[in-house]
């Protein structure tokens, strides 16, 4: 049983990606499936920008819902509060392990104990018996 708990992150992690991978949009012209992963040299601004779809088959733009995007239509604006709260959590993370590894190097810097030489004790060597 707890051998079954160890693998429980990766398993929720592996079903969020299958979800993910289930979840599919269609192009509102042409009806083809859009793909998931696109070519960094493929994407246009605004998906760089506000994410969205590109169909290989027409052409057709679409936001992150499926929606139509035209030329005309204007860019989302930058969104500020997200990257600032990336930039936080970036930086708490730094911060943790920066401390973590402060902690565990101080932990391993300890001065190592060194066992005092055994010495061995000299012995008296046994009374010769006298010979007659
Ligand atoms: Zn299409």
Known sequence: ????????????????????????????DCGASLP?????????????????????????????????VTA????????????ALVGVLLMVALGLLTAGWFIAGRAVAAPPVVAAPVVALPQQAPPVAPVN
């Open 36 to 68: 998931k992963f696109y070519s960094p040299l493929r994407k246009t601004q605004r998906m760089w920008r506000a994410g969205g779809y590109l169909c290989a088959q027409c052409g057709c733009e679409t936001d992150t819902a499926g929606r139509r």
């Open 72 to 83: 005309d239509t204007p860019l989302p604006p930058i969104p500020v509060r997200q990257w």
């Open 1 to 28: 049983m707890s051998d079954f708990l160890i693998y429980l992150p990766f398993l929720a992690a592996a079903a969020i990606v299958f979800i993910y991978a289930l979840h599919r949009v269609r192009c509102p």
